[in-house]
Every structure is written in C-alpha cells, then in structure tokens.
C-alpha cells in the first residue's frame, strides 16, 4: 500500500482549494437523521418458548488472551515517537478477547455488497432506548440481545449479506476496550458495564448466518452536546472501563458543531485512533472497519478553533485548508497501514458525504451544486485517498433523487465510477432508505408509488455500472417503518436468491 513504507516522508501540498463555504447539512449521518403482509408485520417481536431461549449462548466465554504480535517502526504514524505509539498499540492489543482463526480473505470481503447501516448513536437503530432504563442486568442483556438477533432475522429475509455496525459512536465503545469506555448507549451511563459484549455477539450470529460485520467508527465525536450534563457524564469516574479521553487527554479536546470533537491536527490523536482501530482488528473478527463522513466537524456557528494547533503544525502549509487536509489524509494512511499489518484481510472503507467538489469550485469536481463537499468542508480530499488506493472501498452517501437537479443521484453516481476506474479501490453507493415514503418539496419522487420506481431505478444503475460493487442503505431501522413497506418488499424480492 503506497505510504506505509514512507510514513515519515514531508507532507504533499496537494491543490489549493478555489473556495470554502461553512457546513450546513440538512442531514448527518446517525444524527436526525405491495405485499399481502408488510414486512414490518413479519418483525414484531416473537415470544420464545425455553427451548427457542438460545440463552446458552448469549454471552461469550472469555478465552485465552491471544498473543499481540510485534509492531514496527513503519507502523508509527510521522511525528508519533514509536515508544508512545507501541504503548498504545499494545494496550489495545491486551485486550484480546477472542482468538479467532483468520475468516474470509479480502476478496470475499469486497464480494457484491448489500448492506445496512445499524446504528447506536441516539439509539436509532440497536440497542432501543427503553432497553437502556431496564435496571436488571439479565433481563437487559436478554433484551438488548434478541433484538440484535431481530436485526440479523431481517437482515436474512432482505438477503442482505453485511451489517456496518457503529460500534464507536463518540469516544465510548459498543465492544470491551481498554482504550474507551463503555458507550453510554447501552446502558445510559459511560462506563457502565452492558453484561456482555454486543460486537462480540453480533460476529458470532451475524458469521453464522453468512452475514459479514464490518465495525462502523466515528473517528474525532467526543460528545454529541457540550451541556453540563454531558460535562459531568464524561468525567464521572468508573471501574468498569477506562476513563473517557476527555478526561485523559483534555489537551487533544475541542469544541465545535456545539460538540466534543478530538483536535484532527495533533499528531498523537492520530496515533490514539491508530490504537483503537488496532485493538478492534485484533481482537475481532471484524471483516470490514469503517469511517463515516465525520472529519473535519463545524458549522458556521460553531467553528473549531485550531489555531493554535496550526500553528504548531502547520510548517510548510501556507494555506490552512491544505493543512487540515493533510491531517486527514494522514489518518486515513496510518489507519490502512495499521489494518493491513495486523490483519491484511481486514478491509478499510469510508462513507463520505456524495460530493467530493463542485465543478463550480472544480475543474475535476462533479456537475453539482451541493453544500458540503467532502474536499471543501469536511478537508477530506476522498479523491485523493481513492487515487492513491489507501482504501479498499468508498460508498459515498448519494442521497438525492434522480430528479435533484443540484445533486442528481446519477450523475454523482456515474463521477464516483469514474473516479475509482483503475484503481484498487471499490465503490458502493450509501442510499438513502430513510427519505423513502416521507413527502419533500424538494423531492417529491420519495413517495410516488411508494418510492419504489426511485429505488428502482437507483439501482438499476448501480448495477448497470460495472464499477459499482453493491448497495448501502441508509439506515436499519427504516426497514420497519410503515412508509417504507413497498420499497423494502421491492428490495426483497428483486434481491432474492443472491
């Protein structure tokens, strides 16, 4: 992989951004957001007699810590001493929870791709918020686990074959870390012990149903809010998990977009979210990591002051965007570096924002005029990370209709083709099942017959283009919802038999 032998070389000045407008996204990702029998109806919840229970494996042993193997000096990110990083990494690596043989290689992992985003920030998708108030461990743990079974039941009838589970959805963890603590979205307190281990859980059914996992990270969240609260949340000390890197690493902590967010210019939070992705590679059997769209985190209220941190670290970068840039593509390489030494089957992927740039803006960019291009409000040149094959695949989050004309789904589609076309790198497209069935002005093709002839015809497209590996929707839980029905009778029947 280009970079992970050089990881010390001087930073690229890569093109000068030809302007910048402050984000303003009318939807985040995890964050608002003609069947006799609908497909909800197939969902609701099912009673169990004792011998149906599977409450004997509910919960993992714990076996045998596995051996961490030895981590080089081209593993640690520029500007990191390796001393610090290997402390870091083996911290991570002493976790070793499962010791699991090696599962599919890297090109069953980038087979045809039909997946769902779960996730757990707010508790939109798993675990629900009422499971989080149940104060019985057993009864919580029983709870939380059969509806992740529940997922992984729909999962099978949709004939999906891949679950991108958010597994870090600001500093807290949904597996047993020792770098994070507990997310507070199992259990509504940071720290707090769930009584098991949802990613452990989710590998082992999701594996024995064909269903590959890939462990969904949101790199720089802190804190969704900077309200009192959420203040004392973060500092409340626990002995069930490390401490929050709020309270470890205040130095690293900024606010912007009214959150938390990790500072994306210090060198060690690099080296930090290195370490983190590394203990989840090693210790489990993931078959995929990835990033969303969350980089650079700001709007134009809230704006992160890293002033000071540019100025540190900004030598040799007159233009401050280039820097922040630069940040980024480092993190990006130091992840798929530390993946690909550890567990080379393992596959990297982001799902960035559907807009790299703006022809307007752009030359090179795509005929549309959408607000927050990755390049020029994220500084996240996702071009450049396909290019440069630091990644195994990109599903750009191309949530408009064909009929949006200042965001057109085909033609956005139809760029992100011609952007990976010989290169390593695999596209799928995030779509957005979550506008299905919900009227819009602005895109009224969402609820004509049900949205089917939208979904229809988005997907026609992804498999008419050959550059076009699968299909991402946005999000699970809307596979439930009244208003989606047809779309998702659609999906099952024209995916059936896959």
Request: glycine share 6%; proline share 7%; aromatic share 10%.
């Given at each position: 992989m280009r970079g992970c032998d050089d990881a010390t070389r001087q930073p690229s000045t890569p093109q000068t951004p030809i302007g910048h407008r402050p984000r303003n996204r009318s939807l985040i990702k995890g964050e608002h957001d003609v069947e006799s029998h609908s497909f909800a109806a197939l969902f609701r919840p099912i009673a169990r007699s004792p011998s149906m229970s599977r409450r004997d494996d509910r919960i993992l042993p714990q076996t045998e810590a596995?051996?961490?193997s030895p981590l080089t000096d081209k593993m640690a990110?520029?500007?990191?001493?390796?001393?610090?990083?290997?402390?870091?990494?083996?911290l991570?690596?002493?976790?070793?929870?499962?010791?699991?043989?090696?599962?599919?290689?890297?090109?069953?992992?980038?087979?045809?791709?039909?997946?769902?985003?779960?996730?757990?920030?707010?508790?939109?998708?798993?675990?629900?918020?009422?499971?989080t108030q149940i104060e019985n461990v057993q009864e919580r743990v029983r709870v939380q686990q059969d509806e992740l079974l529940r997922i992984l039941d729909e999962a099978v009838l949709v004939n999906l074959n891949t679950l991108v589970f958010q597994v870090k959805p600001c500093a807290d963890a949904l597996y047993r870390s020792r770098l994070l603590p507990w997310s507070p979205y199992l259990t509504g307190v940071v720290g707090k012990d769930p009584g098991f281990d949802p990613?452990?859980?989710?590998?082992?059914h999701a594996h024995a149903r064909g269903i590959k996992v890939h462990a969904w990270l949101n790199p720089y969240r802190v804190s969704m809010n900077t309200r009192q609260d959420t203040l004392d949340a973060l500092t409340r000390s626990s002995t069930d998990s490390p401490p929050s890197v709020y309270v470890q690493h205040p130095e690293w902590v900024r606010v912007a977009n009214n959150r938390f967010v990790l500072d994306p210019g210090i060198p060690e939070v690099r080296a930090w979210l290195a370490g983190v992705v590394a203990e989840i590679v090693r210790n489990y059997p993931v078959d995929g990591i990835q990033f969303d769209d969350y980089f650079y985190y700001e709007t134009r209220d809230s704006l992160l002051d890293d002033a000071a941190t540019y100025q540190r670290y900004g030598a040799g970068f007159a233009d401050k965007g280039d820097w922040r840039r630069d940040n980024t593509y480092r993190l990006i390489r130091d992840i798929a570096c530390t993946i690909k030494a550890i567990k080379p089957w393992v596959v990297f992927g982001i799902s960035p924002a559907g807009v790299w740039r703006n022809?307007?803006?752009?030359?090179?960019?795509?005929?549309?005029?959408?607000?927050?291009?990755?390049?020029?409000?994220?500084?996240?040149?996702?071009?450049?990370?396909v290019l440069e094959g630091l990644i195994d695949y990109i599903a750009p989050q191309i949530y408009w209709p064909f009929a949006r004309q200042i965001?057109?789904?085909?033609?956005?589609?139809?760029?992100?083709?011609?952007?990976?076309?010989?290169?390593?790198?695999?596209?799928?497209?995030?779509?957005?099942?979550?506008?299905?069935?919900?009227?819009?002005?602005?895109?009224?093709?969402?609820?004509?017959?049900?949205?089917v002839p939208e979904i229809s015809r988005q997907l026609d497209l992804n498999e008419a283009l050959p550059e076009i590996h699968g299909s991402m929707l946005f999000r699970h839980g809307f596979l439930r919802e009244p208003q989606t029905q047809q779309v998702v009778a659609y999906i099952r029947r024209r995916w059936q038999g896959r």
């Amino acid at each position: 992989m280009r970079g992970c032998d050089d990881a010390t070389r001087q930073p690229s000045t890569p093109q000068t951004p030809i302007g910048h407008r402050p984000r303003n996204r009318s939807l985040i990702k995890g964050e608002h957001d003609v069947e006799s029998h609908s497909f909800a109806a197939l969902f609701r919840p099912i009673a169990r007699s004792p011998s149906m229970s599977r409450r004997d494996d509910r919960i993992l042993p714990q076996t045998e810590a596995q051996e961490p193997s030895p981590l080089t000096d081209k593993m640690a990110p520029a500007g990191i001493p390796r001393r610090r990083f290997l402390a870091w990494s083996a911290l991570a690596a002493g976790a070793g929870m499962l010791h699991v043989p090696r599962g599919a290689d890297a090109a069953s992992a980038l087979d045809e791709v039909r997946a769902t985003w779960v996730a757990s920030v707010l508790n939109l998708d798993w675990p629900s918020q009422a499971s989080t108030q149940i104060e019985n461990v057993q009864e919580r743990v029983r709870v939380q686990q059969d509806e992740l079974l529940r997922i992984l039941d729909e999962a099978v009838l949709v004939n999906l074959n891949t679950l991108v589970f958010q597994v870090k959805p600001c500093a807290d963890a949904l597996y047993r870390s020792r770098l994070l603590p507990w997310s507070p979205y199992l259990t509504g307190v940071v720290g707090k012990d769930p009584g098991f281990d949802p990613l452990a859980f989710l590998l082992q059914h999701a594996h024995a149903r064909g269903i590959k996992v890939h462990a969904w990270l949101n790199p720089y969240r802190v804190s969704m809010n900077t309200r009192q609260d959420t203040l004392d949340a973060l500092t409340r000390s626990s002995t069930d998990s490390p401490p929050s890197v709020y309270v470890q690493h205040p130095e690293w902590v900024r606010v912007a977009n009214n959150r938390f967010v990790l500072d994306p210019g210090i060198p060690e939070v690099r080296a930090w979210l290195a370490g983190v992705v590394a203990e989840i590679v090693r210790n489990y059997p993931v078959d995929g990591i990835q990033f969303d769209d969350y980089f650079y985190y700001e709007t134009r209220d809230s704006l992160l002051d890293d002033a000071a941190t540019y100025q540190r670290y900004g030598a040799g970068f007159a233009d401050k965007g280039d820097w922040r840039r630069d940040n980024t593509y480092r993190l990006i390489r130091d992840i798929a570096c530390t993946i690909k030494a550890i567990k080379p089957w393992v596959v990297f992927g982001i799902s960035p924002a559907g807009v790299w740039r703006n022809k307007q803006d752009d030359p090179l960019g795509s005929e549309t005029q959408a607000g927050a291009p990755n390049y020029d409000v994220a500084y996240a040149d996702t071009r450049r990370w396909v290019l440069e094959g630091l990644i195994d695949y990109i599903a750009p989050q191309i949530y408009w209709p064909f009929a949006r004309q200042i965001a057109r789904y085909d033609v956005i589609a139809r760029w992100w083709a011609d952007t990976v076309r010989q290169t390593r790198t695999r596209l799928y497209i995030g779509m957005a099942l979550y506008k299905v069935g919900t009227p819009s002005t602005a895109e009224p093709d969402w609820t004509v017959e049900g949205g089917v002839p939208e979904i229809s015809r988005q997907l026609d497209l992804n498999e008419a283009l050959p550059e076009i590996h699968g299909s991402m929707l946005f999000r699970h839980g809307f596979l439930r919802e009244p208003q989606t029905q047809q779309v998702v009778a659609y999906i099952r029947r024209r995916w059936q038999g896959r």
